[in-house]
C-alpha cells in the first residue's frame, strides 16, 4: 500500500490503482472502527423554491434558462404548505436549496426560513449553499459575515455541501464559470464553522474531470476540516448526464463510482461520515456502496427536482419503509438520525 501520510496528489492518485476489493477493505474498516454496520438514514423534504437562475452552469439539468424549458417560482404559501404536509409526514429536516433567481429580494430568503421555523420550531432547516450566498453577496453587495449571520439569526440550522463542484480552477471554468469559486465556497463554509455551525461538502465527479482533480478536491476539503472540524458529511455527487451542455461521452464504471467513494472514506479521517447519496447514485449503487465506505444514504426526500432533472430516478423520494427494507435487505442496520447524525431509532 502506498504511504498515506504522503499527502501530494501525485501519490494517493495511486490509489485508483489498486483493486476495488483491496480499496474496498481499506474503507470498510475505517467504516466499521466509527459505525459498525448501521446505515444512517433521515426523515427529510427537499424543498427547491425557483429554477429561474442567473447562472449557466454547463452540468446543469435544473435550471429554466438551461434545457429546462419550464421555469417556476413557488409562493411562500406553496412552500409552508409543502412544509406543512411533509412535517405531518413525519419528516424533521428540511433541505431547501434554490436556483439563483435575479428576482428575489434579499429578504425573502430570510422570511421563508424565519416563517417556517416559527411554525415548526422543532424542525431543522439546511439552507443555501455556498453557492447561493456567493450570489446575494455579488447582488447585494453582502459580505459572506452579514449573510451567514442572517441565515442563523433566521433560523437555518446547517448548511448543504452544493456548488462545490470541482474545485480545480480550469475544470470549473468549463462546466461553471461565474458561479462561487473554490477558494470562497471554502471561505464561506469556514466562516460558518467558526460561527459554531455545521455543515456538509459534496464533489461533483464523472464529467470532465481527471482523477487528480478529485484528489485535489478531496485534499483541499480535509485542510479545512483540520482547521474548523465542521463538516459533518463528506457527498461524492455521481454527475448526471442527461439534458444538459455538457455533451460528456465517457462516464466511470460502478468500480470507478465505487473506488472514488472508498477513496473519499480513506482520505478523509477527519469527516466522520460519507454519504452515498441514493438520489444520484440510484438505491442499488448506493447500498452497494455502504460496503465501500459510506455510512449514510441521505433520506426519504420526497420530492427531488435537481437531480432528477439530469436523468435520476429520484423525483419522488423514498418511503421511510422502502428505506428500512432495503438497507436491511442489504444486510445492515437501518438507522434513523436526525441532521446531526444523532441516532434516533435502530430497526
Ligand atoms: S447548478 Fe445551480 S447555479 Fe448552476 S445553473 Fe444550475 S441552478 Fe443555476
Not at 480513506?266 to 449503487?285: E, F, H, Q, R, S
Request: contains cysteine.
Amino acid at each position: 500500500m502506498i504511504d498515506l501520510d504522503d499527502l501530494s496528489v501525485k501519490n494517493l492518485v495511486k490509489l485508483y490503482d489498486y483493486d476495488l476489493f483491496t480499496l474496498g477493505n481499506l474503507a470498510d474498516d475505517i467504516r466499521q472502527n466509527l459505525h459498525k454496520n448501521k446505515v444512517y438514514f433521515n426523515m427529510n423534504r427537499h424543498i427547491n423554491p425557483s429554477n429561474i437562475c442567473v447562472d449557466i452552469c454547463k452540468f446543469c439539468a435544473f435550471s429554466s434558462h438551461r434545457k429546462n424549458p419550464n421555469p417556476y417560482e413557488m409562493t411562500k404559501e406553496e412552500i409552508l404548505s409543502d412544509t406543512k404536509s411533509a412535517y405531518e409526514r413525519g419528516a424533521r429536516e428540511f433541505h431547501i436549496v434554490s436556483a439563483h433567481n435575479p428576482n428575489y429580494l434579499y429578504e425573502w430568503y430570510f422570511d421563508i426560513f424565519r416563517t417556517i421555523k416559527q411554525k415548526f420550531n422543532d424542525i431543522h432547516i439546511k439552507a443555501m449553499t455556498a453557492a447561493e450566498v456567493d450570489f446575494l453577496h455579488r447582488k447585494f453587495n453582502k459580505s459572506y459575515e452579514m449573510i451567514l449571520n442572517d441565515m442563523k439569526d433566521s433560523g437555518v440550522d446547517s448548511m448543504p455541501g452544493g456548488g462545490a463542484e470541482i474545485f480545480d480552477k480550469e475544470i470549473r471554468e468549463k462546466i461553471c464559470k461565474g458561479k462561487v469559486d473554490s477558494d470562497n465556497w471554502l471561505k464561506i463554509h469556514s466562516i460558518w464553522h467558526n460561527m459554531g455551525y455545521k455543515s456538509n461538502a459534496t464533489m461533483l465527479f464523472g464529467h470532465i474531470e481527471s482523477k487528480e482533480h478529485r484528489i485535489s478536491h478531496i485534499l483541499r476539503i480535509r485542510e479545512l476540516q483540520d482547521k474548523t472540524g465542521g463538516f459533518n458529511a463528506f457527498i461524492p455527487l455521481l454527475y448526471q448526464k442527461q439534458n444538459n451542455f455538457l455533451n460528456v461521452n465517457n462516464f466511470p464504471s460502478g468500480i470507478e463510482i465505487l473506488k472514488t467513494i472508498a477513496i473519499s472514506r480513506i482520505l478523509l479521517p477527519n469527516i466522520p461520515n460519507i454519504k452515498a447519496y441514493w438520489a444520484t447514485l440510484g438505491l442499488n449503487l448506493a447500498l452497494v456502496a455502504q460496503e465501500f465506505g459510506a455510512n449514510d444514504i441521505d433520506g426519504t426526500i420526497e420530492k427531488e427536482n435537481i437531480q432528477s432533472a439530469g436523468g435520476a430516478n429520484s423525483k419522488k423520494g423514498l418511503s421511510k419503509e422502502e428505506l428500512i427494507f432495503q438497507i436491511k435487505d442489504a444486510g445492515f442496520v437501518p438507522v434513523l438520525r436526525d441532521s446531526m447524525y444523532n441516532e434516533l431509532t435502530s430497526f
